[in-house]
């Protein structure tokens, strides 16, 4: 059975995240500089699928139609998330912080579930490019994480974690127990 364009990106997000540091580098972008996660990702796997840029246009349209559901959905759940992991951290081991374990697990999973319909979105919104200029994987990944940068204004400081990224997610993983040295 052929796997969606949905689906298809939602793994390569799975298993991108998964890699060591990708996750520590995705969530610095987001918290740090404004990005947004699910776009980083969706720059990457859509270099990854066509071998093309994105343009500032298309990356503007990305933004504008997924904004709606992290307004009014994935940045909400997120910071209620947050706040009862805050309040986890401060309080003792008692029945009430018990509670607000599950909770947090809860939240956990609708926000995982909400950032699922973000990338579901962006899935719907890819453009066909058959007609548009080719390049390797990571020259279009890097191209547009650079456009993504730029489209939102974010400091130069972003570029270098940006182009961790794309080297974190089109290098091999390494296998455990192989020694780089």
């Keep these: 059975m052929a796997q969606t364009a949905a689906s298809a990106f939602w793994q390569f997000s799975l298993d991108l995240y998964a890699r060591p540091h990708v996750s520590t580098l ?18 990457l796997w859509s270099a990854q699928v066509s071998k093309v840029a994105l343009d500032s246009s298309e990356i503007s349209e990305l933004l504008d139609r997924i904004s709606p559901l992290n307004d009014n959905l994935v940045h909400p759940v997120r910071s209620a998330r947050r706040w009862v992991r805050l309040c986890i951290a401060g309080s003792p081991e008692t029945d009430p912080a018990v509670e607000l374990v599950k909770v947090h697990a809860s939240l956990k999973a609708v926000e995982l579930q909400s950032e699922r319909q973000v990338q579901s979105a962006l899935a719907g919104l890819s453009r066909q490019t058959a007609n548009r200029d080719r390049t390797t994987q990571q020259s279009a990944a890097s191209a547009n994480l650079c456009i993504y940068r730029q489209v939102i204004a ?26 780089l040295t």
């Design 154 to 179: 974010a400091p130069d400081a972003a570029a270098v974690l940006l182009s961790q990224l794309v080297f974190m997610a089109f290098a091999p993983p390494i296998k455990p127990g192989v020694s």
């Design 26 to 43: 995705c969530l610095a972008l987001q918290d740090k500089h404004g990005f947004d996660v699910n776009l980083l990702l969706f720059c």
